[in-house]
């Protein structure tokens, strides 16, 4: 077993055979899982919900249509809000990220220049010799 790094980050690979293929799981054959970002997560918390959902309101109206149907809007919203959660929160991560690049970028540019931040003359300190 070896590992390789992709443009995705790093993969698992079982030998010689698999090294110039890489398989991704497709969703409905539309949706790779493995590509897309949050995708694993909120399948998983969508099956969790659907399960919980469909329980729950099994358990208290032993009606089994309507439990199927209660698990299946508890697995779509489930997945769907988790979903959402998940970019909102990679966005908000990106955006900060770009804010600390241009910070240091800023910091190599104007380093030991008098435009240096870090690099002001303090107020209590004596402008000149005395």
């Known amino acids: ?6 443009e995705r980050g790093w993969t ?8 110039g293929q890489e398989k991704g799981f497709k969703l409905l054959g539309i949706l ?3 590509r897309t970002p949050c995708a694993r997560d909120a399948i998983l ?3 969790g919900g659907s399960v919980a959902a469909g329980m ?7 009606r089994v249509r309507r439990s199927f149907d209660v698990g299946f809007a508890g697995f779509m919203l489930t997945t769907l809000g988790s979903w959402f959660y998940c970019r909102m929160n990679n966005a908000k ?38």
């Not at 698992?12 to 090294?19: I, L, N, T």
């Not at 600390?100 to 240096?116: A, C, F, P, W």
Request: proline residues 6%; charged residues 20%; aromatic residues 6%.
């Open 1 to 6: 077993m070896s590992f390789q790094e992709g």
């Open 12 to 19: 698992v690979m079982a030998g010689e055979e698999g090294a």
């Open 32 to 34: 790779d899982v493995q």
């Open 45 to 47: 918390h969508g099956a």
């Open 56 to 62: 729950l309101f099994f358990l208290s109206t032993s």
């Open 93 to 130: 991560l990106r955006v900060q990220q770009r804010v600390i690049q241009e910070g240091i970028r800023n910091k190599v540019v104007y380093e030991g220049t008098s435009l240096d931040p870090t690099n002001r003359p303090r107020a209590d300190a004596p402008s000149g010799p005395s």
